[in-house]
């Protein structure tokens, strides 16, 4: 999957820029139906309210990384280093592509308990990607480190999400080098043969 423009719909794109710009609490339905065109009433016959508006954009964000990283998966087969390097690829190419969505994570204590754990349930199967993968690495000899694949798997997870936070479009490293870069980081994690 090489398509990293996936289109929001206008109410979710002028939400994701108005939480992106004054955070999930400043962030009003009367604004974000205004910059819309549209009446509150209008906007809530398509959300019940500015937490399923959350919840949307996150769900949309993490469809996004799962399509990448399983089609990466896919891709790999089953060689160890081949699916965790894929899957860090994919993850750092999404950070890189969709900064804003990814900034959506710091608003995840907006969340309600019950969509915090569909939330966290999405990023933990992300992160049980990774962590099988440096399992299966380990057992056949390619990853040496005497980490717990689950340290190795939430190391290299949290520095791929860093990503969002310095990359710049037409800085000096385009999203593939940066991508190159952060798999050679995380294989050296790993100790890989």
């Not at 993490?62 to 896919?74: C, K, W, Y």
């Not at 990607?129 to 949290?158: E, K, N, Q, W, Y």
Request: overall charge negative; proline content about 4%.
């Amino acid at each position: 999957m090489s398509d990293w423009n996936v289109e929001l719909s206008p109410i979710l794109a002028v939400s994701l820029d108005q939480i992106v710009r004054h955070g999930y609490d400043a962030t009003s339905v009367r604004k974000i139906a205004g910059e819309v065109g549209v009446t509150v009433p209008a906007l809530y016959y398509h959300f019940e309210n500015k937490q399923a508006i959350l919840m949307a954009l996150l769900d949309h964000a993490m469809r996004i990384v799962t399509s990448h990283v399983d089609a990466a998966l896919e891709k790999a087969g089953s060689d160890p280093a081949a699916r965790l390097s894929g899957a860090v690829e994919a993850i750092v190419l999404y950070m890189a592509h969709h900064r804003d969505l990814a900034f959506l994570d710091s608003e995840r204590r907006s969340l309600t308990p019950v969509n915090l754990a569909r939330y966290v349930a999405h990023r933990d199967r992300i992160e049980g990607l990774l962590r099988d993968s440096i399992a299966d690495g380990r057992r056949a000899g390619t990853f040496r480190t005497p980490l717990s694949p689950a340290a190795c798997g939430r190391a290299i997870l949290s520095m791929c999400q860093g990503v969002a936070g310095w990359f710049q479009p037409g800085g000096p490293q385009t999203a593939e080098e940066a991508a190159a870069d952060y798999v050679r980081i995380a294989l050296a994690v790993v100790q890989s043969a």
